[in-house]
């Protein structure tokens, strides 16, 4: 259990460690409760993971990630404004990256324009991130093409155009799950669901929310809100009076 072997090495030597190395700690706990659910100690950790470094954010892999990190956790508490403030300042705190600049960053950003129901700036960022992961030729379960498949699924879902968005939710989905990142897989399962809904297909949208529900059994009440939040919205569509 990975929270196991982090609590281990935090008991038995942070106290020892020199600054890159606790970092180093504080950032991999801080994906790490991400990916359990838990976006705002997700926050804290990587936080506390920028405190310990300071300038040299740069010389530590898994603490430049920390926009990445920062961007998803605020996403899943509903703030998209500080997930855009996360990507911007990633151009001036992080080394520069191919994938990451030209794929990840915008490809954040077209969801996070998602999310505030941006869907011309969505589409915008998103197709940036698409041509560049199709030049930079980055397999097709690369988690680079999560967000901007998702991010286009959502366009084409608002103009009615379901079979597009069904076929890039369903690559947006295979690639979160050979990647093993439930929080983005969560996020294309209750894709799927708003999908459904638009097909005015009411069972496979309970079923898609009931899978978003079991992939993070330990999510934080912030998750859980967020899902019924996306419930509630797509049971007031279908006229249900009791949502």
Not at 7 to 22: K, P, Q, W, Y
Not at 161 to 176: C, K, N, Q
Request: glycine share 6%.
């Amino acid at each position: 259990d990975v929270d196991v072997w982090l609590l281990r090495v935090e008991a038995t030597g942070s106290h020892a460690l020199n600054s890159e190395v606790a970092a180093w700690l504080a950032a991999v706990w801080a994906l790490h409760r991400l990916n359990r659910g838990d976006p705002a100690a997700a926050l804290e950790r990587m936080d506390e993971a920028l405190r310990i470094l300071g300038p040299d954010v740069g010389k530590n892999f898994w603490v430049s990630q920390w926009p990445i990190v920062a961007s998803q956790a605020h996403l899943w508490l509903d703030d998209a404004a500080s997930a855009r403030g996360a990507l911007a300042a990633a151009r001036v705190t992080v080394p520069p990256s191919t994938v990451v600049d030209s794929v990840r960053l915008p490809g954040l950003l077209a969801w996070a324009a998602v999310v505030e129901g941006e869907l011309i700036e969505a589409e915008y960022q998103a197709r940036l991130a698409t041509e560049a992961a199709e030049s930079l030729e980055l397999a097709p379960t690369n988690l680079g093409w999560v967000f901007p498949q998702l991010s286009l699924a959502a366009v084409a879902r608002d103009r009615s155009d379901l079979g597009e968005a069904e076929r890039l939710v369903m690559l947006a989905s295979e690639g979160a799950l050979v990647a093993g990142r439930p929080p983005t897989t969560m996020m294309c399962f209750l894709e799927q669901a708003r999908l459904a809904w638009a097909g005015h297909r009411a069972d496979e949208a309970t079923a898609m929310l009931d899978r978003a529900r079991r992939i993070m059994p330990a999510a934080t009440v912030a998750v859980r809100d967020h899902i019924d939040r996306v419930e509630a919205r797509i049971a007031i569509d279908m006229g249900n009076p009791q949502a």
